[in-house]
């Protein structure tokens, strides 16, 4: 029996900056190409301004239902496939497997690299570890240092 998707769960794992980060296109074959911040914009339906402003957030928190879909669907993302929620499992194992310079190749071609995309990793790599990645998850206590 294949394993149930979680969806409030994949969406936990998959913060819209990182859903921003893995958005993409084929373009032939197994190549693919970075989708830009206007093209989500125009596909979603959401204004730019607001479009920047979700590419940053680290949580689904403050975003509407709609606005989460429509924004999923724009980056050519679905919490629901296999696929996509792999993409981002796969991708940091070959990253642990080669150098540094060979991470997002297909983000480092784009001409969005340094302007948009250099900034959303770090905020990626930036977030705290010992915040829950969901509401059904609870933080840790951070250890109390004694006197």
């Not at 509407?64 to 940091?92: I, K, V």
Request: net charge positive.
């Amino acid at each position: 029996m294949p394993k149930v998707i979680d969806f409030w769960q994949s969406l936990a794992d998959h913060p819209p900056v990182l859903v921003r980060i893995l958005a993409r296109r084929r373009t032939a074959g197994s190549h693919v190409e970075a989708i830009s911040t206007e093209e989500v914009a125009i596909t979603s339906d959401i204004p730019l301004s607001r479009v920047r402003e979700l590419s940053t957030l680290l949580s689904w928190d403050n975003v509407t239902m709609g606005e989460a879909e429509r924004f999923c669907r724009a980056c050519a993302f679905d919490p629901t496939r296999p696929a996509d929620l792999n993409r981002y499992r796969a991708y940091s194992y070959q990253c642990k497997k080669f150098p540094a310079k060979q991470w997002f190749q297909y983000l480092r071609r784009s001409p969005w690299w340094a302007t948009e995309f250099v900034p959303l990793i770090n905020l990626l790599r930036s977030r705290p570890k010992s915040l829950p990645r969901s509401r059904t998850e609870k933080a840790k206590p951070s250890p109390s240092l004694k006197s």
